[in-house]
């Protein structure tokens, strides 16, 4: 075997050469027989007074060969393939070196016989270089047997020299091709395997391309968001504050103090007022980030909490958000990237809740410290994740909503967020019961 070979090494070479010889050698073998049976015409041309017990010889031969193949389509033969190779390849071999002993020795045209079966193996058949040489060596000594016992011997030598040295030259020749077959076919087969390799780089690459462009498409729309948030700051902040000067100057009046109905209705105005403030006020928090050092600030996790339940509150509609945090929730990080994540889980954990169709629906999101880091938990108790969706849910583009109802960057998206903060966002679920998300997010020292 060339050195490539044995260097190859893995298990796949090694299937990939057994599967050529096994296909090549159920091929040869039919071939063998068949032109076993073929050279009937001549034993007919050259020795027709044996013509009979040739064809019996042949017919037994061709048998032999066929079963030969026949058992290299079975499983026993795929890992036996080298052997049973080698067995029908010295079958024509033994019987051409018979019908030489019983017709004219060192004379008999069959020699010949054996040198295209030999030129044939080098051409065609699978094997090692060192197996056609050993097979190159067997039939120089069978053509030596059957001429040393033929009554006429090996007569005065030199015809019998001549004929091995044709022999031996159709064993090297054959030998040569066999050894550079092999060489192609490992470098073929190598080849296939960089394919391989490079197919798989690619599927990263275009995995990696689907977050790039979920990131990208997430950006466009936090600028989107900015600059709405922008124009709202600017278009509804003036009179909304027009607004609660116009109410607070009316609750100052007398006839406020005088008529309980009015001083209710002003106040119930002005606690409107102040929630619109505080939703652009959100809005901007989440949309708008500062270049810098910005993106990396202090912040209370439990105001981000508060901010992303507010800017999801419409889905969050006749749930019960229980929130349960330490005192102190202080975080370092992206607020604005991690109140989108707390959205994200928010819709997602609504979604679950209301299909699930639960009498008592119920979110609940729990922090604890740990060392020096901030866990946060949000479970729900929807309809769960299903075990063969359960460790795709952070792939870009997966989901199993409805065509329309989203992309399936959002999961993906808050990953790559936790991520860059040195946390691991992570899921658990039991089916029909309770899905869970869990990250953690790094203390100010």
């Known amino acids: 075997m060339p050195a490539d070979l044995r260097s190859a090494g893995p298990l796949r070479l090694q299937d990939d050469v057994l599967d050529v010889r096994l296909r090549f050698s159920k091929i040869g073998a039919f071939i063998s027989a068949s032109l076993i049976v073929l050279g009937f015409g001549l034993d007919l041309a050259t020795y027709p007074d044996r013509v009979g017990e040739f064809f019996v010889l042949r017919l037994i031969t061709a048998t032999l060969t066929l079963l030969i193949m026949a058992a290299l389509m079975t499983q026993v033969g795929r890992h036996q393939v080298q052997w049973l190779t080698l067995a029908w390849l010295v079958l024509p071999q033994i019987m051409i070196s018979w019908m030489i002993f019983q017709t004219d020795g060192v004379s008999s045209i069959y020699f010949v016989g054996l040198q295209l079966a030999l030129f044939g193996v080098g051409l065609l058949v699978p094997i090692s270089y060192l197996e056609s040489m050993a097979f190159g060596l067997f039939t120089i000594a069978v053509y030596f047997v059957a001429c040393y016992l033929h009554p006429s011997g090996l007569g005065d030598g030199q015809e019998f020299v001549a004929h091995s040295i044709f022999t031996a030259f159709a064993a090297i020749i054959s030998t040569g091709c066999t050894y550079f077959n092999e060489l ?10 960089q394919v391989d390799a490079q197919n798989l780089e690619l599927v990263e690459i275009n995995r990696a391309l689907a977050e790039v462009k979920g990131q990208l498409l997430q950006r466009e729309k936090m600028a989107a968001i900015g600059t709405l948030s922008a124009g709202l700051m600017h278009e509804v902040n003036n009179p909304v504050n027009y607004s609660l000067m116009a109410i607070n100057m009316g609750l100052s009046l007398p006839a406020a103090d005088q008529d309980p109905m009015l001083k209710e209705s002003l106040i119930d105005a002005r606690e409107g007022m102040q929630r619109v403030q505080n939703i652009v006020t959100d809005l ?10 910005d993106s990396q600030r202090i912040f209370l996790m439990e105001k981000a909490i508060r901010s ?7 889905e969050l509609k006749g749930i019960e958000v229980v929130v349960d945090l330490p005192p102190d929730t202080h975080v370092t990080g992206d607020e604005p990237a991690l109140i989108g994540v707390l959205i994200n889980l928010f819709s ?28 946060v938990r949000v479970r729900d108790n929807g309809q769960g994740i299903a075990p063969e969706n359960i460790d795709r849910v952070f792939e870009p583009f997966f989901t199993t909503r409805d065509v329309g109802s989203g992309l399936g ?7 790559g967020i936790i991520q860059r903060h040195g946390g691991v966002l992570s899921v658990a679920s039991e089916f029909g019961a309770w899905t869970e998300f869990s990250f953690d997010l790094p203390r100010p020292a």
Do not use: C, M
């Open 184 to 193: 192609s076919r490992v470098k073929l087969f190598r080849l296939r395997e």
């Open 284 to 293: 901007k928090t989440f949309a708008y980030q500062k270049p810098g050092t």
């Open 308 to 314: 992303a339940q507010r800017l999801a509150g419409f």
């Open 348 to 375: 997602n954990a609504a979604k679950a809740v209301h299909a699930a169709a639960r009498s008592a629906p119920r979110i609940e999101v729990k922090a604890e410290h740990r060392n020096d880091r901030l866990w």
């Open 409 to 415: 960057l959002g999961l993906s998206i808050s990953y």
